[in-house]
């Protein structure tokens, strides 16, 4: 799908009336289309030829990619540098920043760096602890949270001034997002911290991944009586599972991650446990579109990246809807 | 220390009543505290501040209190030092994503804020924390601020 003011690659779209992006993935779930978006894998290399091989499994699929910030605290190419080269092909980036790593300082002049780049998307984070690693003894930063990162990343859009007040010339034109988990406790607080987000400057929010369709569906309940369904998108984390001994291992050593002993329980009794995990995944994608505010699907396929193809395809989540490709 | 912190965020009513009122007796004595001269002061309230809110709160000494925000659990015990809400990696237990031994800070703090019927002032978008002010005194600030003559 191509708008008709499709721009060059790498250029950005014409701002519509009440959009604050030049992107297309705000167009799309502005539209009220169903969006799916993906996590790229960041690679181990210096090499472009890594990203845009890896970005090309998602071509004619995704309407946005996200480039995780050193995810799990585990060094990789950094987002910043992922939506660079991406964005020169024309590609939908989501930038992922997480406060571990980087102060205000370096935040601020990332932020004007990635939009003029062409990013138009910003996923802000807190950030893993830097002890689920590769590096454990570095230091945490921390020096801002997700949600003051929000309200400062819309101060520079909306004010034009760096956190100190400095004026900003031309501000970034960014869509924001931020994250949410549902299935963590203090499970009453988490609707009430997704508002606070909101409140923050989230246009968007992608959730961890649900594989507790229950806790799921209560968790959009509570978010749809405090009236955040009209304020903000929200996208539903899911992933396929390579097998029950791997998400078993994810339940107990990746942070925020909740399995229920069910989805276990259903890998381990099939033939074919990675065929089961896609499977699962497309069931989870049929499931979540049925809840009320549900605006799209954030597909986290970590090492099984080739198969969103088919995740995507047979879910029919993009209701036969073609995204902008790359011009072969 | 683990214990008194619980046991403060247990008692989280009462203890904020207590605050408010050291507020309130705070603003009385301004005058004389002002003639003294706030910078003076400084050193010796921060002292006295370090030694009580470390007891009852484990208190980190930030200078910028949040803790009648945040249910009288001092924010700064969180390994991520988040001021505005749990991460999203907090055990299924309530344990800390970084110490498991530990509960989440948030998780207390939403306890206690609760007690306090606070759940209105936890949804205050707290800022980042201001380096320069640690180690200062709060109290002192937050007077400073209530009577008009601080930045």
Same mark, same amino acid.
């Given at each position: 799908m191509k708008f008709d003011d499709e721009p060059t690659p /790498?250029?950005? !779209?014409?701002?519509?009336?009440?959009?604050?992006?030049?992107?297309?993935?705000? #167009?799309?779930?502005?539209?009220?289309?169903?969006?799916?978006?993906?996590?790229? $894998?960041?690679? &181990?290399?210096?090499?472009?030829? &890594?990203?845009?091989? #890896?970005? $090309?499994?998602?071509?004619? +699929?995704?309407? $946005?990619?996200?480039?995780? &910030?050193?995810? %799990?605290?585990?060094?990789?190419?950094?987002?910043?540098?992922?939506?660079?080269? !991406?964005?020169?092909? %024309? +590609? =939908?980036?989501? !930038? @992922? @920043?997480?406060?571990? &790593? #980087?102060? #205000?300082? =370096?935040? @601020?002049?990332?932020?004007? /760096?990635?939009?003029a780049m062409g990013v138009c998307n910003i996923l802000c984070l807190s950030g893993d602890g830097v002890q689920s690693g590769d590096h454990p003894e570095a230091k945490p930063v921390f020096d801002m949270d997700s949600i003051s990162a929000l309200s400062m990343v819309r101060r520079m859009r909306d004010e034009q001034q760096f956190m100190s007040g400095r004026p900003i010339s031309s501000p970034p034109r960014l869509f924001l997002g931020a994250a949410a988990n549902p299935f963590a406790p203090p499970l009453d607080f988490r609707p009430h911290r997704m508002a606070k987000k909101i409140a923050a400057g989230a246009q968007f929010i992608q959730t961890q991944y649900c594989f507790d369709i229950e806790r799921f569906r209560t968790f959009m309940a509570q978010v749809r009586d405090l009236g955040l369904l009209e304020k903000a998108y929200v996208l539903a984390g899911v992933g396929p599972l390579a097998s029950a001994k791997a998400a078993d291992w994810i339940r107990k050593n990746v942070a925020g991650v909740h399995i229920p002993d069910a989805v276990i329980d259903r890998l381990a009794g099939a033939q074919d446990q990675k065929q089961e995990g896609v499977d699962l995944c497309i069931d989870l994608i049929e499931q979540v579109r049925e809840i009320e505010g549900v605006s799209g699907v954030h597909i986290m396929a970590y090492r099984m990246e080739d198969r969103i193809g088919e995740i995507v395809t047979r879910s029919n989540a993009l209701d036969g809807r073609e995204p902008w490709r790359p011009a072969l | 220390m683990k214990a008194v912190r619980l046991w403060s965020v247990r008692n989280a009513r009462w203890l904020k009543k207590v605050y408010d009122g050291l507020e309130w007796i705070l603003s009385l004595l301004n005058p004389i505290l002002r003639r003294i001269g706030y910078d003076r002061l400084d050193k010796p309230f921060a002292a006295v501040e370090g030694v009580v809110k470390g007891f009852l709160f484990d208190s980190q000494s930030c200078g910028q209190c949040t803790l009648g925000e945040t249910g009288m659990a001092c924010p700064m015990n969180c390994p991520k030092t988040l001021r505005n809400g749990p991460c999203g990696g907090v055990r299924q237990n309530g344990g800390c994503e970084i110490k498991p031994e530990m509960t989440c800070v948030w998780v207390n703090a939403w306890e206690g804020s609760q007690q306090i019927g606070a759940e209105q002032t936890i949804q205050i978008i707290q800022a980042p924390v201001d380096n320069r002010l640690k180690g200062r005194s709060a109290w002192l600030r937050a007077l400073r601020i209530k009577v008009g003559s601080a930045s």
């Open positions: /790498g250029e950005g !779209l014409p701002i519509l009336p009440g959009h604050t992006s030049p992107g297309r993935f705000e #167009r799309i779930l502005r539209a009220g289309k169903f969006a799916v978006t993906a996590e790229i $894998a960041p690679p &181990d290399s210096a090499d472009p030829a &890594d990203v845009f091989a #890896r970005a $090309a499994l998602f071509d004619g +699929y995704v309407d $946005a990619i996200n480039a995780t &910030d050193s995810s %799990g605290a585990n060094c990789h190419m950094s987002s910043m540098g992922i939506c660079s080269l !991406l964005t020169r092909k %024309g +590609y =939908a980036m989501i !930038l @992922q @920043q997480s406060c571990r &790593d #980087r102060n #205000r300082i =370096a935040m @601020q002049g990332d932020i004007l /760096g990635a939009a | -």
